[in-house]
């Protein structure tokens, strides 16, 4: 089992920047790619990043390349978003997740936190 815990929410002006942080515990948090979605009202859930075991591959959905970076602290069991450029049409809950590998779809991430609240006022 491991457990993810989400923190760094808030609200947050358009054109601001947010770093979001997922403390993970259990299980070796390296053992696990690490990944964050995001659910807006009404809408499904999406993926925003990815990043691989050691940290050293990443990926992330088109709409978030440049503005958004993850990375993880193995040392601190921890992986964090940061987010610049901050638009309304961010504003979601943002989960993080645990998957097998960075490549991992959506269904295949085993673990999720219970998700930090971002809100991006215009």
């Known amino acids: 089992q491991v457990q993810l815990v989400e923190s760094g929410g808030g609200l947050v002006q358009a054109g601001g920047s947010l770093r979001l942080s997922c403390a993970a515990s259990?299980?070796?948090?390296?053992?696990?790619?690490m990944g964050w979605f995001r659910q807006a009202p009404g809408k499904e859930r999406e993926f925003v990043a990815a990043?691989?075991?050691?940290?050293?591959?990443?990926r992330y959905a088109d709409s978030m390349k440049g503005r958004f970076t993850i990375s993880r602290d193995n040392a601190k069991n921890t992986v964090y978003l940061q987010m610049n450029s901050l638009k309304p049409e961010d504003t979601a809950v943002y989960y993080c997740?645990?998957?097998?590998?960075?490549?991992?779809?959506?269904?295949?991430?085993?673990?999720w936190g219970q998700g930090t609240q971002v809100t991006v006022s215009s």
């Open positions: 997740a645990a998957a097998p590998s960075v490549w991992a779809r959506s269904s295949e991430y085993d673990y």
């Open positions: 990043i691989s075991r050691s940290g050293g591959t990443t």
């Open positions: 259990g299980r070796s948090f390296r053992s696990y790619a």
